[in-house]
């Protein structure tokens, strides 16, 4: 199937595609890599009047270390954070990520931006976000908005973006000397979207984790930063107490069946990311040793 008939206008600049979005409300749809709008307009799940392309705005592309935080242009693309020794540096858990985005012919196009405002929950970029308690920078006519991660997704493929705003930027704090970090998915193969997954990001404080984000993708409509860790942080982790922070992260996830795996399924692999994270982190071989469900 091909798309249905568009116009299309390439901005010149951030003002201008704010100009034309702000005209043509939820008509117009912006366009950045493409790697999940053209597809979605092929399969005619949408179709828009108006494509507003921001791809040659080199003002949106970019890593900038500025003190003590790293600022990405949205349409930096996913290779060039692969390839970023600034991100390797200063955001490590997000050069791990990078590499189970897709193939790299997508991540050739596809850019940070794009991935956020797409919102699969499947998607590990959100997840990072989350996990790195990075602020979603957004504008509009009216000026600039500033949004935690964690309150930007708001479902699937939903976020606190109008369609009058770009996402512009987001901005991570630099990690401290004493970071950790944590990824892993399952997925069938390599590159494939996730059955369930984990970008975590932690403070060791001696034996212990002096602090800790978990924030789960594809367990639920958005990354889901972990209440139930709580139960791990500043404290001997036993298996006893990592048994029951897993129970509570049960309880607290709500995945949906579909045609990749059963709820239950993403719920027991969820359990299963948070012993091995916690395994990992503290290099204790034994707390990945099963019995948890
Ligand atoms: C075969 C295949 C496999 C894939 N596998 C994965 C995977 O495993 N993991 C994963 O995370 N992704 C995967 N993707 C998606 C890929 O990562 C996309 O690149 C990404 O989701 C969207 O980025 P984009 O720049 O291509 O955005 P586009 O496709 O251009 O846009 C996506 C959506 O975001 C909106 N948008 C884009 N930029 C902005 C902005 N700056 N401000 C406001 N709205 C904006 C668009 O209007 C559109 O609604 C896959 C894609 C394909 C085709």
């Known amino acids: 199937m091909k798309a249905s008939a568009f116009s299309y206008a390439r901005a010149t600049s951030v003002g ?19 790697q999940s709008l053209m597809p979605a307009m092929n399969l005619r799940l949408i179709s828009p009047e108006l494509i507003v392309d921001i791809g040659e705005l080199a003002e949106l592309r970019g890593i900038a270390v500025r003190g003590d935080v ?7 693309r996913h290779v060039d954070l692969l390839n970023s020794p600034d991100i390797a540096a200063h955001a490590p858990l997000l050069t791990e990520a990078i590499a189970h985005v897709a193939h790299p012919a997508i991540r050739n ?15 590990e970029l959100p997840a990072c976000m989350v996990a790195l308690n990075a602020i979603i920078i957004i504008r509009g006519q009216a000026g600039e908005r500033r949004i935690a991660a964690e309150d930007f997704f708001t479902g699937i493929y939903e976020t606190a973006l109008s369609a009058q705003e770009l996402l512009v930027a987001v901005e991570l704090p630099v990690t401290k000397k004493e970071s950790a970090h944590f ?4 997925a069938r193969r390599h590159g494939d979207y996730a059955i369930a997954g984990l970008a975590a990001q932690a403070i060791m404080a001696g034996g212990r984790l002096g602090g800790l984000r978990m924030a789960f993708f594809a367990v639920g409509d958005r990354p889901v930063l972990a209440r ?3 139960k791990l942080v500043n404290v001997t982790i036993t298996p006893a107490a990592l048994a029951d922070a ?8 709500d995945p949906q069946d579909d045609q990749q795996a059963p709820a239950s399924m993403r719920r027991h692999l969820a359990k299963v990311l948070m012993a091995r994270c916690a395994s990992a982190l503290l290099g204790r071989p034994e707390l990945n040793a099963g019995g948890l469900v």
Not at 17 to 31: F, M, P, R, S
Not at 70 to 76: C, D, F, K, S
Request: charged residues 20%; negative net charge; proline residues 2%.
């Open 109 to 123: 196009r596809g850019t940070l931006g794009g991935s956020l405002a797409h919102a699969d929950p499947a998607s």
């Open 16 to 34: 201008d595609a704010l100009e034309l979005l702000v005209a043509h409300g939820d008509k117009a749809k912006v366009l950045s890599g493409g």
């Open 228 to 230: 139930a860790v709580n």
């Open 183 to 186: 990824f892993f998915e399952f």
């Open 246 to 253: 897993a129970t509570a992260l049960g309880e607290e996830l």
């Open 70 to 76: 790293l600022n990405i242009g949205a349409l930096t």
